[in-house]
């Protein structure tokens, strides 16, 4: 068992870090927020003051942070120069892939082992440790990481080099996106058109268009709840990702600037706070049903 420095412990870490201590790993957190740590001191690990006390000594430093300039400055402000040489580390944020690959290679320079692992599963899938971890880097490092993957996730694969893992989630983010647009365009049909669309997407959710969104979403896009969950401010930030990742690779995604585009109406309209099922809210505006 490791020790593990955590930092980050919004609505993914502080149930990922949870698990890590159910596992038996001694880990010790930080977040600017006091919510996550008082809740990770409940599940019995250790509250740190700063991300400087947090990875000092650790064998495993993990972060789950929202965007680049999060983890440019958690690592260039404080892992590089604080953690033990030779410590693993783990970013589960979703950022750039070019981001990654800069801190990886000045984690390699302090002797530090660096690993991209953005997650997919959303808030139940953390809690519920079972998320896919899409792992970028060396895979002597991917093996050492394994039980740190094992105590939070179901699925994990290594893509590749340093930055393979954010484009694999900036492909899951595009299908995400695009399946969210779709099937709120299909609540609006069916319920402008007047059929019983409850009964209408519980036999959509038993065909060929099933999906995990129909079975998680359905029941709270229908009663227009939208607590996140994933908010919808995270997901223009991964759009933006999945965008720059296809100009980057040379390739036309059509459908993904057209999702891309309705998930940035959404947070113009205000809606940045709420789940990114409120891309629902979104279709209804361009009908005239809000
Ligand atoms: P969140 O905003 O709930 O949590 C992030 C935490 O980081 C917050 O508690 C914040 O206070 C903390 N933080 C920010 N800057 C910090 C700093 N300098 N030092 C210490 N703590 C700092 O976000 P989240 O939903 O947990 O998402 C985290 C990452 O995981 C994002 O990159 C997101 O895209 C990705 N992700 C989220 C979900 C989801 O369903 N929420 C699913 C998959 C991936």
Redesign the pocket.
């Known amino acids: 068992m490791s020790t593990i420095g955590f930092?980050?412990?919004?609505?993914?870490?502080a149930p990922m870090a949870r698990h890590l201590v159910a596992a038996g790993h001694d880990v010790t957190g930080?977040?600017?927020?006091p919510?996550?740590l008082d809740a990770l001191v409940a599940a019995g690990g250790h509250a740190a003051s700063g991300?400087a006390e947090a990875v000092a000594g650790a064998e495993v430093v993990i972060t789950?942070?929202?965007?680049d300039e999060?983890v440019e400055?958690?690592f260039f402000g404080g892992i590089l120069e604080s953690a033990k040489p030779g410590a693993l580390c783990i970013d589960?944020?979703?950022?750039r892939p070019e981001t990654s690959q800069r801190v990886a290679a000045a984690g390699r320079e302090r002797g530090l082992r660096v690993l991209d692992a953005?997650?997919?599963?959303?808030?139940k899938?953390?809690v519920d440790a079972v998320l896919s971890i899409m792992v970028g880097g060396e895979r002597a490092d991917f093996e050492a990481a394994r039980p740190v993957f094992e105590a939070v996730g179901k699925t994990f694969e290594l893509v590749g080099g340093s930055g393979a893992g954010q484009y694999v989630k900036a492909a899951n983010q595009l299908i995400v996106g695009g399946t969210y647009g779709l099937v709120a365009e299909a609540i609006v049909l069916m319920e402008a058109a007047g059929v019983d669309a409850k009964a209408g997407i519980d036999v959509i959710a038993g065909g060929l268009a099933a999906s995990r969104i129909l079975d998680l979403k359905r029941d709270s896009m229908l009663a227009r709840s939208f607590e996140?969950?994933?908010?919808i401010d995270?997901h223009h930030?991964?759009m933006g990702i999945a965008t720059a990742a296809a100009r980057s690779a040379d390739v036309s995604l059509p459908m993904t600037g057209l999702v891309a585009s309705l998930v940035a109406a959404a947070r113009s309209r205000g809606y940045g706070t709420l789940d990114h099922s409120a891309l629902l809210k979104v279709v209804e505006d361009l009908s005239g049903r809000s």
Request: avoid cysteine; glycine fraction near 20%.
């Open positions: 930092v980050g412990l919004g609505i993914m870490g930080y977040d600017v927020a919510a996550g991300v789950m942070l929202p965007q999060h400055e958690v589960f944020s979703t950022i953005p997650v997919s599963g959303g808030e899938g953390a996140p969950g994933f908010r995270l930030k991964d």
